[in-house]
């Protein structure tokens, strides 16, 4: 389905505010256009040469001023219903891209920086409002005032009415012209935007790197170059539309006045007829009222342009496949993990994961570690379905995870990530994201056994303490133990702490891991960890390198065993003595 008649399908959805608007459109166009004919009447029936008859051209004025008052009270109610209808479409639209957008599996933000995300669902859905809004209100309310003005030149006069119709196919030739070149400047415009937003989201984000390694004159470099491309398509765009606008219509209009001279010139000089002072004063009032309409429709093309391409850009989301949200509950399960022969890569034949197979039983603590790149946080990607496995099959008390919805198979699953991400709102609402099933109690219980009242306490308003974006006022380790009460506040089965202890300082170490021993009973727990002094105490110890298990046992196990974990162990004792 084309972009056009998707966007007409959306307009559908409330066709009955939008087509409201255009019958008091209609009826506005009718009233307005009837004035000239009044005109006429006075000026051909009652201002005759000697003669003024002042009692009927009062009236008849008098019904001129209640037309032109009618005209004004239609267009007010057409303007809101149309706009009405219009901002409705959007909020649909931007409620549907949203919304998809949460379906979207993870990779497809992997893979699309998350400035030209936000692009697509402000800057494109901005310019469709303008479509709606702007130019599909002008074009209906041009196109009504065209037909009207059409119908009323062939009253007047059917032979210069045919005329005046040669310019509809110069116009409709003219926008197939323009929207060969638009459509291309435009799409580069479209994605020059959705670049500068992303590098702008990217500085901003890494605004202390850019700073500590004087890369500032180095960024703005290369901003610079990506906003003079934009500039050049935006000049280009600028020629084509100042060739469009204005000057066609100007054109035009000099045109079709010239032969209306002749025309009638010549009628009045070669017959016995001749025109009336009532129908040459109408006949140039419905030319200069149909070639305002002309001019703004001419004048929308650019417009009409940028938000069909916006549009396209909008549903390129939207086709993204996708997958429901379901609401499907599932009792809780116990946690007993089994990976079969697991085999996982994000591109294709390059695996990070090779034929993996081990268990962990229900309460057990299973530590993951390996240097970066080995594959611990792609078995938790999995674990989590942030992805599916390439081959092999993971269970969950013996069901296969892809069998059960994403939604529903975390349901009993809580992370915390090495990087806590915290939303804006307060303390209370980050630890229970506004869940109505974690109440206000739950909060507090959640955060004093992860021990965070002792970190929290110098805090004015405690737990309703407000937090702004991504928590940059609060610490590493308050955030740490925020996100830390979130995953416990849910009552997982299945908690798994992706370097959960190693940004965080040492007294704040102690408190989580005084309280993760008592967290950790009755659930299964991940546990990946550089530090390998915080995973003496796990039932099983994974070695991972390059994808493949090494090495595993208990932390005791394991040094006897005088491998790889023994290595690492040694290395990062000789550092603390150091």
Request: glycine share 6%.
């Amino acid at each position: 389905m084309s972009t056009s008649k998707r966007l007409t399908k959306y307009a559908m959805y409330f066709k009955r505010t939008i087509f409201l608007g255009l019958l008091f459109l209609t009826i506005a166009v009718f009233t307005e256009l009837a004035g000239p004919f009044i005109a006429k009447y006075i000026i051909d029936e009652h201002m005759t040469i000697g003669k003024i008859d002042i009692t009927p051209i009062a009236w008849l004025l008098c019904l001129y001023f209640i037309l032109a008052v009618a005209t004004a009270i239609f267009r007010y109610f057409m303007y809101i219903y149309l706009q009405m209808g219009a901002n409705r479409v959007v909020q649909r639209l931007r409620q549907d891209v949203f919304g998809h957008i949460q379906t979207l599996p993870i990779q497809y933000f992997d893979q699309l920086p998350a400035g030209k995300i936000v692009a697509r669902v402000t800057n494109d859905t901005e310019a469709l409002r303008n479509l709606y809004v702007q130019v599909l209100s002008n074009f209906a309310t041009s196109f009504i005032s065209i037909a009207g003005v059409y119908i009323a030149l062939f009253i007047l006069n059917w032979k210069m009415a045919l005329i005046a119709l040669i310019m509809m196919p110069i116009i409709y030739f003219w926008m197939i012209l323009y929207r060969k070149y638009a459509a291309q400047y435009n799409g580069v415009i479209r994605t020059k935007i959705a670049d500068i937003n992303a590098m702008i989201n990217e500085s901003i984000q890494g605004m202390t790197i850019i700073q500590a390694f004087r890369r500032e004159k180095q960024m703005t470099k290369e901003f610079d170059e990506m906003n003079e491309e934009h500039y050049a398509y935006q000049r280009k765009l600028l020629f084509l539309d100042s060739a469009t606008s204005f000057n066609l219509v100007n054109s035009l209009r000099l045109i079709l006045f010239t032969i209306f001279i002749l025309y009638f010139g010549t009628q009045s000089l070669t017959t016995a007829e001749i025109v009336s002072s009532g129908t040459l004063y109408a006949f140039v009032d419905y030319l200069t009222r149909l070639f305002n309409p002309i001019t703004n429709v001419v004048n929308q093309f650019s417009q009409l342009e940028r938000s069909l391409i916006a549009g396209q850009r909008v549903f390129e989301v939207l086709d993204t496949t996708g997958e429901n949200v379901s609401e499907e509950m599932m009792p809780r399960y116990d946690g007993h993990v089994l990976f079969e022969d697991v085999s996982f890569a994000y591109k294709e034949n390059e695996y990070v994961l090779k034929n993996l197979s081990f268990e962990a039983n229900r309460g057990e603590t299973v530590a993951l570690v390996g240097h970066t790149g080995s594959g611990k946080s792609s078995i938790m990607n999995l674990l989590f379905r942030f992805y599916d496995p390439s081959k092999g099959k993971i269970y969950i008390d013996g069901i296969d995870v892809t069998n059960v919805p994403r939604q529903t198979i975390r349901q009993h699953m809580g992370i915390v990530l090495q990087d806590p991400y915290l939303f804006t709102g307060t303390i209370a609402s980050n630890v229970s994201l506004n869940d109505p099933k974690i109440t206000r109690k739950k909060v507090e219980e959640a955060l004093h056994a992860v021990g965070a009242e002792r970190v929290l306490k110098n805090l004015e308003k405690g737990i309703d303490e407000p937090v702004i974006e991504k928590g940059s006022t609060l610490s590493s380790g308050q955030r740490q133990l925020i996100s830390f009460a979130r995953a416990l506040a849910f009552d997982p089965a299945i908690l798994i702490l992706d370097e959960a202890t190693s940004n965080i300082d040492t007294e704040t170490e102690e408190i989580i891991q005084h309280a993760m021993e008592v967290l950790k009973k009755g659930r299964t727990t991940f546990i990946i960890a550089h530090r390998l002094s915080t995973i003496k105490n796990a039932d099983r110890i994974l070695v991972l390198e390059r994808g493949v298990i090494k090495e595993q046992g208990t932390h005791d196990e394991l040094l006897s065993h005088g491998g790889i974990y023994n290595q690492m162990y040694q290395m990062q004792a000789k550092s603390l003595q150091v």
